[in-house]
């Protein structure tokens, strides 16, 4: 009951994609790259996504019900560092630095995270900034990304709240004023009056990257078509089990955004939850529904 859409063939060709058809080369048990539960390929449709670097490439399998069928682009390192974790996983050695294309087709997908190994939001390690304060001499602004569960009315979401290191200036502007949540709501971001209320409807162009269980990126719009990286991990961030379960129920995740200073590091969710109340009530706070990319 394997799925392989037109681009996983193409990256493949037809040879392999047969055979994998054929169930030649597909395990029939499997942990699903996206919601990390157990699958079956023989009793339950399955999907087939190639994950690709520069030069390697791996094939995982995933529930169709949790992720359709596609090819995910990853950065060279992160998969390589992949198919290590594989190899080890299944009891063989370091994969080389220098892989051949298009291997190893078959592997899985590195194993999850125990339940509770991570019980407060995650936060990611010196992520890249969209944008530079206007002094070319003060040092460039990072952004803190932290993961965690919001309830909107009844209902959790996965979210992120994303909060710079330093003021962010507008492009080109010499003003030095921080223009961070002005830059998102020009792109369709809008401001909080209740962090009770989701957000109306999923913002064109925007997405939240997935791969192999964990979070690599937030893309935007690129001015030459597709998606360019807004934000995007030097490691990937290892998110809770909660809150993949969450992304994999409804494959979006609410992205909110403060000014410097305004939450800071919260070590558990319902500290998390109080500093939005706060900014949603100082009027410093915007959001918008960003759909999943990848698993």
Excluded: K, N
Aim: charged fraction near 15%; charge should be negative; glycine fraction near 10%.
């Amino acid at each position: 009951m394997l799925e392989v859409s037109d681009e996983v063939r193409t990256e493949i060709g037809d040879d392999e994609a047969d055979r994998l058809l054929a169930g030649a080369h597909a395990p029939d048990a499997y942990d699903c790259t996206s919601c990390r539960a157990p699958g079956d390929s023989l009793r339950e449709p399955t999907s087939t996504v190639l994950f690709i670097g520069d030069e390697t490439a791996v094939l995982a399998f995933a529930h169709a019900r949790c992720v359709p069928s596609q090819v995910v682009p990853v950065d060279e390192e992160q998969l390589l560092g992949a198919v290590r974790s594989i190899s080890q996983a299944q009891g063989g050695v370091d994969a080389p630095a220098s892989a051949p294309a298009h291997a190893p087709y078959g592997a899985h997908a590195a194993p999850g995270l125990p339940d509770g190994a991570w019980p407060a939001p995650a936060r990611a390690p010196q992520p890249r900034a969209p944008q530079s304060p206007a002094d070319p001499g003060a040092q460039p602004a990072v952004l803190g990304v932290t993961c965690g569960l919001v309830l909107c009315g009844d209902t959790p979401y996965a979210a992120l709240v994303v909060e710079p290191t330093g003021p962010i200036a507008r492009p080109g502007s010499g003003s030095g004023e921080d223009e961070f949540l002005s830059l998102l709501t020009d792109h369709g971001f809008q401001v909080v009056q209740s962090v009770d209320r989701a957000p109306a409807r999923p913002l064109t162009g925007w997405s939240v990257l997935m791969a192999m269980g964990q979070l690599h990126a937030i893309l935007q719009p690129s001015a030459t078509g597709g998606s360019a990286a807004w934000w995007q991990a030097h490691q990937p961030l290892q998110v809770t089990e909660a809150w993949r379960a969450a992304v994999a129920r409804r494959s979006e995740v609410i992205m909110y955004a403060v000014p410097v200073g305004t939450i800071g590091r919260q070590p558990r969710e319902d500290l998390l939850r109080m500093a939005l109340d706060r900014a949603s009530g100082q009027g410093v706070l915007v959001a918008g529904m960003l759909p999943l990319a990848g698993t």
